[in-house]
């Protein structure tokens, strides 16, 4: 074999082994990309249900602030129209609970539209699960709460009532709802009450009445 020949093959060689090599070097590279990739997954499977949990329970928490708040402002305006006497003498739950759900619930059906809003629940599921309770008292040093809410968490709803009211008497209402937390996994966590999906939401209001005008009797400047 001349030597051109053998320089040839020799060339030949040397070209195939830099394309295998090449191409054993770009194989190592897909293998450590792929490698990467797999870590990636793995990494992101052991973190999700921490990551899922946090941001459902933030979006939770949130929720349920934000639904205590509004069912206090809605206690305040209720707790308005008795002290000003647009509702006195003997009041009824249904009343009260119309009073509060006003200001937490979507508007009941046959609402006129431009009258109408939405709420955090609609007007039945308001009327229903709401539960208010207002006692009335000559002064605040008498006044006070009795317990409504039993050992286990749920209602005393037969320990609950709405008392008649009258001008310069002191009122203390109250309404609890119970709320249904939204995510599964977070009900048991959130819960405080028997049925291990709700948190009971609850607020207060303590008041004097207005001295306003009744039957047979006039406006007094002070009580």
């Known amino acids: 074999m001349t030597d051109f020949k053998k320089g040839a093959l020799r060339e030949k060689a040397m070209l195939l082994l830099g ?3 090449s191409r054993l070097k770009a194989a190592h590279a897909r293998m ?26 933030i979006i939770e928490t949130g929720v349920l602030y934000f639904a205590q708040s509004t069912l206090t402002n809605a206690i305040e305006d209720a707790a308005r129209v008795v002290r000003t006497g647009q509702l006195k003498g003997t009041i009824t739950a249904d009343q009260m609970k119309t009073a509060v759900c006003n200001g ?3 508007s009941p059906s046959g609402t006129p539209s431009d009258e109408a809003h939405t709420g955090l629940m609609d007007w039945t599921t308001c009327m229903t699960q709401l539960q208010v309770d207002m006692r009335v008292f000559d002064g605040f040093s008498g006044a006070a709460y009795p317990n409504v809410i039993k050992p286990d968490g749920s209602l ?4 609950m009532t709405v008392q008649a009211t009258d001008a310069c008497k002191v009122v203390l209402f109250r309404a609890y709802y119970p709320w249904h937390v939204l995510t599964p996994f977070l009900a048991s966590l959130m819960s405080n009450m028997p ?3 709700e948190f009971l939401l609850g607020s207060g209001a303590a008041f004097r009445t207005e001295p306003y005008p009744d039957a ?5 400047t002070t009580c």
């Open 104 to 106: 937490i619930a979507s």
């Open 156 to 159: 005393d709803v037969n320990n």
């Open 216 to 220: 047979g009797r006039q406006a007094t």
């Open 195 to 197: 049925s291990g999906d």
């Open 32 to 57: 450590r990309e792929d490698s990467r990739r797999g870590s990636a997954a793995i990494e992101f499977a052991m973190i999700a249900p921490v990551f899922f949990l946090f941001m459902f329970g």
């Open 19 to 21: 394309a295998f090599a």
